[in-house]
């Protein structure tokens, strides 16, 4: 059975950190680009990070840049987005998705969601103190 999974969702105070892996089952994930979404109550899902496979390119969303950080371990075939300094807008379900469309992310236009093939069931993030 093809599926992602995704795993290190929490609770975290503000400020503090998490990191979220991405990781498949029944494919690999080494020839797909990677992108991170994320859908707060009563939001529409949107992209926050991407990174393609083939010139280690990275997009990051204006509202997690220099917060977060996105990275494939190709020995491990898992993808991590590293967040830090998490605050109250970053609240959500985290879905990871691959697309087999792209081998680089070096825009917006690579976060386009109808692109992607398969998609994780999502792990929640919670900031609370």
């Known amino acids: 059975q093809v599926q992602l999974v995704e795993s290190g969702g929490g609770l975290v105070q503000p400020g503090g950190s998490l990191r979220l892996s991405c990781a498949a089952h029944?494919?690999?994930?080494?020839?797909?680009?990677i992108g991170w979404f994320r859908q707060a109550p009563g939001k529409e899902r949107e992209g926050v990070s991407g990174?393609?496979?083939?010139?280690?390119?990275?997009y990051y969303a204006d509202s997690v840049k220099g917060r977060f950080t996105i990275a494939r371990d190709n020995a491990k075939h898992i993808v991590y987005l590293h967040m830090n300094s998490l605050n109250p807008e970053d609240p959500a379900v985290y879905y990871c998705?691959?697309?087999?469309?792209?081998?680089?992310?070096?825009?917006?236009?690579?976060?386009?969601?109808?692109?992607?093939?398969?998609w994780g069931q999502g792990t929640r993030v919670t900031v609370a103190s």
């Open positions: 998705a691959a697309n087999s469309m792209r081998s680089s992310v070096a825009s917006s236009q690579a976060m386009a969601q109808h692109e992607y093939n398969y």
């Open positions: 029944g494919f690999t994930l080494d020839y797909y680009a």
């Open positions: 990174v393609g496979y083939s010139d280690g390119s990275t």
